[in-house]
C-alpha cells in the first residue's frame, strides 16, 4: 500500500489507557506528512528533470547516430576518393609506361633506320669515289694514250721532215 501524507494526516489511532500523548503523536504525523509531502515534491521534481534529461539523451544520442552515420559514410567518401586517386595515378602511370615504350621504340626504329641511311651513304660514298677514281684513270689513259699518240707523231714527224731533207 502506498502511504500519501493525506493519509498519514487523516489516519486515526485506537485510544487505549496507557497510550501515547495524542497531541505528541498528532504533531509527529504532521511532521511525518509534511516530511513525506516534501519528498514527493522532490520525487515529482526529480521525476521531471528525469524525463527532461531522458528527452535530451534521446535528442543527444540520435544526433549521435546522425553524427556517426555521416563520420561513416565521410569515411567512405574519403576510401572511395584514395582508391579512386589511386586508380587514376595507376591509369596515368600505365599510360605513361606505354607512352615510354612507344617512344623507346620509336628511337630504336629511328636508329636503326639511321644507321641503315649511314650505311647507304657510305657506299654511295665509296661508289662515287670508285666511279671518280675510275673516272680519272680512264682520264689518265686517255692523256697517256693521246701522249703517245702525240709522241709517235712527233716521231712520224721527225722522220717525215727528216726524208724530206734528203
Known amino acids: 500500500m502506498k502511504l500519501t501524507p493525506l493519509d498519514i494526516r487523516q489516519h486515526n489511532f485506537k485510544k487505549r489507557v496507557r497510550g501515547y500523548d495524542p497531541d505528541d503523536v498528532d504533531?509527529?504525523?504532521?511532521?511525518?506528512?509534511?516530511?513525506?509531502?516534501e519528498a514527493a515534491k522532490k520525487v515529482h521534481i526529480f521525476e521531471e528533470k528525469l524525463n527532461r534529461m531522458s528527452h535530451r539523451l534521446?535528442?543527444?544520442?540520435?544526433?549521435?547516430?546522425?553524427?556517426?552515420?555521416?563520420?561513416?559514410?565521410?569515411?567512405?567518401?574519403?576510401?572511395?576518393?584514395?582508391n579512386n586517386a589511386r586508380k587514376e595515378a595507376e591509369l596515368i602511370v600505365s599510360e605513361a609506361n606505354i607512352r615510354a615504350d612507344e617512344?623507346?621504340?620509336?628511337?630504336?626504329?629511328?636508329?636503326?633506320?639511321?644507321?641503315?641511311?649511314?650505311?647507304?651513304?657510305?657506299?654511295?660514298?665509296?661508289e662515287f669515289q670508285s666511279g671518280i677514281k675510275s673516272l680519272l684513270e680512264y682520264h689518265s689513259k686517255l692523256?697517256?694514250?693521246e701522249e703517245?699518240?702525240?709522241?709517235?707523231?712527233?716521231?712520224?714527224?721527225?722522220?717525215?721532215?727528216?726524208?724530206?731533207?734528203?
Not at 58 to 82: C, F, N, P, S, W
Not at 148 to 166: N, P
Open 103 to 126: 617512344i623507346i621504340s620509336n628511337a630504336q626504329q629511328r636508329v636503326v633506320e639511321l644507321r641503315e641511311e649511314i650505311q647507304q651513304l657510305k657506299r654511295q660514298r665509296l
Open 58 to 82: 534521446e535528442e543527444h544520442e540520435g544526433r549521435e547516430k546522425v553524427l556517426k552515420e555521416t563520420l561513416t559514410t565521410a569515411q567512405k567518401m574519403v576510401e572511395d576518393i584514395k
Open 143 to 145: 692523256i697517256q694514250m
Open 27 to 37: 504533531t509527529f504525523l504532521e511532521l511525518a506528512a509534511e516530511a513525506l509531502e
Open 148 to 166: 703517245e699518240d702525240a709522241a709517235k707523231k712527233d716521231v712520224d714527224d721527225e722522220k717525215v721532215r727528216f726524208l724530206q731533207k734528203q
